[in-house]
């Protein structure tokens, strides 16, 4: 192992977007109990400290690789196509035109039955998005379309949190 490897090289599993979480959970606990600084004590300060840089670097890995989200595009930049979610916001207009209907949606929903079913429609999307995402990734291996697709979930994403706060505002 070395820090500079990739997440995918040093959690020892495929570069490939569909992952078994509980088989990442299992490796980042062997990874902790290798590399926890607790295990370094008796090998003094600097030892410590490298076991506490290797204990970062798999817990970084780890958030990434678990959420399918974040390894999407952690895995569209290996294959040099970077998100760019803040520069790089172009979307097809049919997407565009259901992220204003759903905003409309959302302001205009007033029972609590429009918000759960507008909360129903979004996760359906969410659900359909990353089966798409999945395999543009794994099957067609095109991580620029795959890049687009990933900036379109993470609206879904935001719009789902909106959605969310909306419940809650009316007491879900």
């Not at 299992?26 to 600084?37: G, T």
């Not at 759903?102 to 990353?130: C, P, Q, T």
């Not at 067609?140 to 809650?168: C, H, K, P, Y």
């Amino acid at each position: 192992m070395k820090l500079s490897d990739d997440d995918f090289t040093l959690f020892g599993v495929a570069q490939c977007f569909a992952q078994d979480r509980a088989t990442l959970d299992a490796r980042w606990r062997a990874l902790q109990a290798d590399v926890h600084p607790d295990r370094f004590a008796a090998e003094g300060a600097a030892a410590q400290r490298v076991a506490m840089q290797w204990a970062m670097r798999v817990n970084e890995a780890y958030q990434r690789l678990k959420d399918p989200l974040k390894r999407a595009a952690y895995l569209c930049g290996l294959r040099g196509a970077a998100i760019d979610a803040e520069s790089n916001t172009a979307m097809p207009a049919d997407f565009l035109i259901k992220q204003m209907a759903w905003r409309e949606a959302l302001e205009d929903a007033s029972s609590l039955d429009a918000v759960e079913s507008l909360a129903a429609e979004v996760a359906a999307e969410h659900r359909a998005l990353l089966a798409e995402l999945a395999s543009t990734l794994d099957e067609r291996r095109d991580a620029t379309a795959a890049a687009g697709q990933v900036r379109a979930l993470m609206f879904v994403e935001r719009f789902a949190s909106d959605v969310d706060a909306r419940l809650e505002a009316l007491g879900q």
